[in-house]
């Protein structure tokens, strides 16, 4: 059973930096693509930012490029999403996800991952 559990999420003001983590059970990441998505209440599910199942490439949305940076510690099993400069439209709840082992299609696609985590809530007030 694979499970991945986020963490890192909370209140935050405008201008200010969060990082979120996700660590898994049940599959080492070493050889699996992971991403981060986030929620807004009333939309849907939309991609954040990837990193390949090597750890080679990694990829963002247009609207956190610049600002977001995913990273990986296969020694930790965990992925890391550093959040900066945050806007109040960052605010959502994020999840992060795990494909199948080397996967290497569309990352920013929800169908790309089989396993998700239950979600972590970041607010940015203004």
């Known amino acids: 059973q694979v499970q991945l559990v986020e963490s890192g999420g909370g209140l935050v003001q405008a201008g200010d930096s969060l990082r979120l983590s996700c660590t898994a059970s049940g599959r080492t990441f070493s050889s699996h693509a992971n991403g981060w998505f986030r929620q807004a209440p009333g939309k849907e599910r939309e991609f954040v930012a990837a990193?390949?199942?090597?750890?080679?490439?990694?990829y963002y949305a247009d609207s956190v490029k610049g600002r977001f940076t995913i990273s990986r510690d296969n020694a930790k099993n965990t992925v890391y999403l550093q959040m900066n400069s945050l806007k109040p439209e960052d605010t959502a709840v994020y999840y992060c996800a795990v494909s199948p082992r080397y996967y290497s299609g569309n990352y920013a696609s929800l169908t790309a991952y089989d396993y998700w985590g239950q979600g972590t809530q970041v607010t940015v007030s203004s």
């Open positions: 990193i390949s199942w090597n750890g080679g490439n990694t």
